[in-house]
């Protein structure tokens, strides 16, 4: 293409390339000096056309960006989450891995300020003010030191950090609950879309949108049976079934009972009364999701310029592709190959080939098979099931 002055039409936004830019002024400057002027590659005068040809390109791109931040469907970062306010909406912020702990030692030993690890050194904060009663232990809740979907599988939190005179041991016996990253744009973009269906199509997507918008709600789907028998979920007949992470049960139940057909019944686990304006008590039930680890292992070959960077980095990739999955989503086999791909830094010249991607659900047999989550369950990536095979 050619320089062409920037200009919006109804497609949107339209600015030249730097290369345009850059031939432009190159043009424009043989018409001035002369053709016989030098400007090739290794030429000042080139290089100093060059550095203005790059400010203009930028200048026009943060033109583009700028105007792209005027939709949700394009706007990024801040500017997104400027917009979605007007929804009444606000980004979901990073929240932290939480795990109770058994915290043994002397009786009437206190500790103050006390901090574990774990045996990935994570460090987990307890309470200000621990003391140990009769028994010699007591159970608190510690709260993971960073934020985001840091795990710790039962005993894995196991370390003093900061040792006091008393205090003999810690341990978890049940897993960590993970905490969240912050919302990404895709997320937030997804959200903000379902929840422009509060005023709905349908009384099920205003149900869903009025959920999400509970504080602290991370993640969440509503399933419906409109058959006269039990389907293959379980729900019975005419019900509704909400799954939710995250939020206070009270709040979950209300954005239930209030968004819900009248007399349809609410299938789940967890029961909350809620009471109208009349005094009528009526119970709302909803299913607070299982985790499900995947264990995945992929097999590599080494090629020139390969490192351990690559294997960490296929691994991270992984557990945000795990990790970022909805409630009940199939693990696509296709996605995982995808995602140790991603890690590469050029395609055209690759550090290392994938050979193979099996993986399966908690401790079943490795197959390349799609690994299909219950509609009640959400996949959880543990760091220690991916493995990376270096060939």
Not at 52 to 63: G, H, P, V, Y
Not at 98 to 105: A, E, I, N, Q
Not at 208 to 234: C, F, H, P, Q, W
Request: glycine share 8%.
């Amino acid at each position: 293409m050619s320089y062409f002055q920037p200009y919006i039409d109804s497609t949107g936004i339209h600015v030249p390339t730097y290369q345009d830019i850059l031939d432009q002024l190159v043009s424009q400057a043989k018409s001035i000096f002369g053709n016989d002027i030098y400007l090739e590659n290794d030429s000042q005068d080139y290089q100093w056309i060059s550095i203005n040809a790059k400010a203009i390109s930028d200048s026009f791109n943060a033109a583009v960006i700028e105007y792209n931040q005027r939709s949700p469907r394009s706007a990024i970062g801040a500017g997104l989450s400027g917009l979605v306010r007007v929804n009444g909406m606000t980004r979901n912020p990073a929240t932290y891995s939480t795990c109770p702990l058994k915290v043994s030692g002397t009786f009437g030993t206190t500790i103050n300020n006390g901090i574990v690890q774990d045996i990935t050194a994570n460090q987990w904060y307890l309470p200000a003010l621990v003391t140990i009663p009769a028994l010699g232990y007591v159970y608190v809740t510690a709260i993971c030191a960073v934020t985001g979907p840091i795990t710790a599988l039962i005993g894995e939190i196991n370390a003093i950090v900061t040792p006091t005179l008393g205090w003999s041991a810690v341990t978890n016996e049940v897993a960590a609950v993970p905490g969240s990253a912050q919302e990404t744009d895709a997320a937030l973009r997804a959200r903000q879309k379902v929840s422009t269906s509060l005023p709905s199509r349908t009384i099920l997507e205003g149900t869903l949108g009025a959920i999400l918008e509970v504080d602290e709600v991370t993640r969440a789907r509503v399933y419906e049976n409109d058959t006269n028998a039990t389907d293959s979920n379980g729900l019975p007949a005419h019900s509704i079934s909400a799954v939710v992470e995250g939020g206070l049960s009270t709040d979950i139940a209300n954005a239930i009972f209030y968004k819900k057909n009248p007399g349809v019944y609410t299938y789940g686990t967890t029961t909350v009364s809620v009471t109208d304006s009349y005094g009528t008590v009526t119970d709302i039930r909803y299913i607070i999701p299982t985790y499900v680890d995947v264990r995945v292992t992929v097999t590599i070959k080494m090629l020139t310029g390969y490192s351990s960077a690559y294997k960490d980095a296929i691994k991270a990739n992984l557990l945000a592709y795990l990790n970022g999955l909805n409630i009940g989503e199939t693990v696509f086999n296709s996605s995982l190959w995808q995602a140790s791909l991603s890690a590469a830094d050029s395609l055209n010249n690759p550090t290392f080939s994938v050979l193979g991607v099996v993986a399966a659900e908690g401790a079943a047999a490795q197959t390349t098979a799609n690994v299909v989550v219950a509609f009640n369950k959400v996949s959880s990536g543990q760091l220690v099931y991916m493995v990376v095979v270096e060939t």
